[in-house]
Each structure stands twice: as structure tokens, then as C-alpha cells.
């Protein structure tokens, strides 16, 4: 069971997320627990170590941000203590989580699970801070924002757990933000590969790198909501959405648990901005001079365009960044202009990305032009496409964005009926 900021914050917020884990336990369950720090806590904490040395040793960053998780995990269990439950609290380094890579980055490696199981199997609750591990050198890591999710898949995993539930502010995965289509359905199940794409593309509900690993672990996770009253029904009777692999949801289609749908759902992000480079020379090479510093400065690039020649040997290439890498890409691509050779850089910060996924997608053609037909219907003007095996994504004015989403949801049939 994993339980995020939101539903850390504050003790009586805690003492809720502790009845729902003694419900569990009291089915009979072995369970272990992983929670997050305090919303707004880590934040806190990162601008501390800010404040003490604007060029601070992520060494010493990790153990001060770590201490977030590190405070719910003993409060989780003091208030499990205090509701009759055995509980105790596992640190990563007591564990311990084995990560490698960076500090403030890390990724887990391994998880010695040996006494975990064994106090588990003793009856007792495990309580687990997310987000922290050890690296081989004995120094606390930390695995980057969102790395709850991830630390709660990768324990799942290790202990071979029945199944991984996410409790968040969300009581499942949608066919849409609710918030902008109030006729958006729940799901019962979706499957990895989709939840990866929905999550790459600005679904907020999960962390892609926890989708991953579930994904290669075959770690059956549940998103549900924390925020229940006492009579909702518990965790087993499935009121949030499966994350499942295709062979599992062909069984609950089969066993008309689910129906087969084209579309699972229609993402939105809001968070990209694009970049025009005018007269670049048609000329191999010329595109990996664009794309080789903003790799090595971490700047992930997204839908990528290159226009065709013009006469003089020159094209233009479009492509889109993250909005908080605009400006670090305009200057590096200003840096290498007459490495480069392009004539001028146009920027766009007013742009969203609207993603339609689906593993129905394989196997039904049309789906593209139903995307493209609906959006000309209302005045939409799509300004990029790219597309995978399961997605297709399309850029549009960031003005548009809400109403590019109501009218796929339509046009693909994902209205809740009434």
C-alpha cells in the first residue's frame, strides 16, 4: 500500500491512512506501507538546502529532502501503535534499498527483503519512507520527484506482493481529466503499456518510471483513492482502476468484467513550449548538431518536425521542450548558431499537446483521421503531430486546449451516459 503527500498531511489525515491499513491487515493480509512526505514538505526542505549553498552537494541535498518521508513513516507507525497494530518503521538504509546513479536521481538497484518478509510474516505492519535508498557507498540517495510511486512498485516487487494499491487524491484512472470533461469515466482496468503513454503525455496520476517498473516486474498496481469515508468498500472489491498487462485484461474482457474500447483515454499537457529552427542546411549531420547539446544539458526533446527542402538546401526543423527548458535551449542553440547553421529561432510557450491513447489503436485503422476530422469540425488548427504503435499526439494552441479535449472525448464515444 502506498499513500502520497496529500494523505500524509497532517495527523489526522495519518490517523485515516492508518484505519485503512489496519482494514487491510485485518483481512488477514501481510502488509507493508509506503508513504510520502507531508504536501509542500520536500519543497520546504529543498529550499533549505538552497538557502544554505546555491551550489549544494546533493550528497548532503539527499539527506536533508530524505527527512520528509523519513518523519510520516515513524508518525504512520506511532499511530498504527496506537490503533493496537504491531508496526514498525523501515528506513531505506535499514532495509536496505540498494540504488545506483546519481544523488537526487538514484534508481533502485535491489531491495534486501529478507527481514522485511520475516516481520511481516510475524504479523507485523511495515512501514517504509518512499523516495530514499542507500548507494554503494553508504551515503543516503533520493529518486528524484515522484519517486514514492516508484519505491512502492520496486517493494511490491521484491517481496512478490499479490498486488500494489496507490492510494492518491484520485480514485482512479479516467478517460479524461473530470475536471474539464464532468462526463469522464473511471476505468476498471488499463493496461502497461497504456498507463505508460497516458502518463508520458500529462496524466498526473502515476509516475512513468513506477509504470516501467511495474511493467518489466509484472507488479499488478492499483490506483484508488485515500480520501474514502468508513463505509467504502475496501481495496479488494476493486473500486479504483487496475494496472494490468495485456494477457490479464483479455481475461476480464473475456470474462465481460471490461469492454474492449479503441481509446482509453485523452491526455492534455500544457507544459511544453516549441522551437522553430528557420534555414537549417539539408545536410546529414545538421540534425544532430541540434539535438546532441540539448541531450547532454538533459533537455528531453518531444514531438520533433523537419519540413521539406527548400531549393537552396536548407530546411526548417520544429520541435518541442519542456516550458522550464525554453530558455536554457534558446541560449545553447544561440550558443552553436554557426555550428548549427540556422538563419533564426521562433519560440512558442503557448502551445498543449492533446494525446489520444489506446492498445485498440493496433488494430483498428481510422482513428487518426476521426482525431483530425473532429478537431477541423470545431476550428482547430493542429500545428504537429507525432505518433506511437498505441498514441497520437497533436499540437494546438494552448487557448484551445479544454475544448480539443470535450470534443475527442465525444467524437471517440468516452461520454458517461447519464
Known amino acids: 500500500m502506498k499513500f502520497g503527500g496529500t494523505s500524509m498531511a497532517g495527523t489526522e489525515r495519518i490517523r485515516r491512512v492508518a484505519n485503512i491499513v489496519r482494514a487491510q491487515a485485518a483481512r488477514g493480509d501481510q502488509v507493508a506501507?509506503?508513504?510520502?512526505?507531508?504536501a509542500g514538505e520536500t519543497d520546504r526542505l529543498v529550499n533549505f538546502c538552497r538557502e544554505a549553498n546555491p551550489l549544494y552537494d546533493p550528497?548532503?541535498?539527499?539527506?536533508?529532502?530524505?527527512?520528509?518521508?523519513?518523519?510520516?513513516?515513524?508518525?504512520?507507525?506511532l499511530t498504527l501503535q496506537a490503533l493496537g497494530c504491531k508496526a514498525r518503521s523501515w528506513l531505506g538504509w535499514q532495509l536496505p534499498i540498494h540504488t545506483i546513479e546519481a544523488h537526487a536521481k538514484a534508481r533502485v538497484e535491489s531491495i534486501d527483503s529478507d527481514a522485511l518478509i520475516?516481520?511481516?510474516?510475524?504479523?507485523?505492519?511495515?512501514?517504509?519512507?518512499?523516495?530514499q535508498g542507500l548507494s554503494a557507498d553508504n551515503r543516503v540517495t533520493t529518486l528524484g520527484r515522484g519517486g514514492s510511486d516508484t519505491s512502492a512498485v520496486a517493494v511490491a516487487a521484491a517481496i512478490k506482493a499479490d498486488r500494489c494499491d496507490i492510494y492518491t487524491d484520485v480514485d482512479g484512472v479516467y478517460t479524461t481529466d473530470p475536471r474539464i470533461v464532468a462526463k469522464a469515466k473511471k476505468q476498471k482496468a488499463v493496461t502497461y503499456e497504456e498507463m505508460l503513454e497516458l502518463a508520458s503525455v500529462g496524466a498526473k496520476v502515476l509516475q512513468t518510471r513506477s509504470v516501467g517498473l511495474a511493467m518489466k516486474e509484472g507488479v499488478r498496481v492499483q490506483v484508488l483513492s485515500s480520501f474514502i469515508g468508513e463505509g467504502a468498500p475496501p481495496a479488494d472489491d476493486l473500486p479504483g482502476t487496475m494496472i494490468v498487462s495485456d494477457e490479464e485484461m483479455d481475461e476480464l474482457v473475456e470474462k465481460g468484467l471490461m469492454e474492449r474500447q479503441l481509446v482509453t483515454g485523452i491526455a492534455h499537457d500544457k507544459n511544453e513550449a516549441k522551437i522553430i529552427l528557420t534555414r537549417v542546411p539539408d545536410r546529414p549531420g545538421a540534425v544532430a548538431n541540434i539535438f546532441e547539446p540539448l541531450a547532454a544539458a538533459s533537455i528531453n526533446v518531444d514531438m520533433i518536425i523537419q519540413n521539406v527542402g527548400r531549393d537552396k538546401g536548407e530546411t526548417d526543423v520544429t520541435f518541442t521542450v519542456p516550458q522550464s527548458d525554453l530558455a536554457r535551449a534558446q541560449a545553447l542553440l544561440e550558443d552553436r548558431r554557426g555550428e548549427i547553421g540556422f538563419n533564426r529561432i521562433i519560440t512558442d510557450s503557448k502551445i498543449a499537446k492533446i494525446s489520444v491513447v489506446g492498445?485498440?489503436?493496433?488494430?483498428?485503422?481510422?482513428?487518426?483521421s476521426s482525431m483530425f476530422r473532429a478537431l477541423s469540425d470545431r476550428g482547430i488548427n493542429i500545428q504537429a503531430i507525432s505518433t506511437s504503435e498505441i498514441k497520437i499526439s497533436v499540437m494546438i494552441d494552448e487557448d484551445e486546449t479544454e475544448?480539443?479535449?470535450?470534443?475527442?472525448h465525444t467524437a471517440y464515444g468516452l461520454d458517461a451516459q447519464d
Open 33 to 38: 506501507v509506503v508513504v510520502s512526505a507531508m
Open 59 to 77: 550528497a548532503e541535498y539527499d539527506v536533508v529532502v530524505a527527512s520528509g518521508e523519513q518523519v510520516t513513516s515513524g508518525l504512520l507507525a
Open 118 to 131: 520475516a516481520s511481516m510474516e510475524a504479523g507485523e505492519i511495515a512501514v517504509i519512507p518512499g523516495f
Open 359 to 368: 492498445v485498440g489503436m493496433k488494430s483498428h485503422a481510422g482513428v487518426a
Open 403 to 408: 475544448l480539443a479535449v470535450r470534443v475527442l
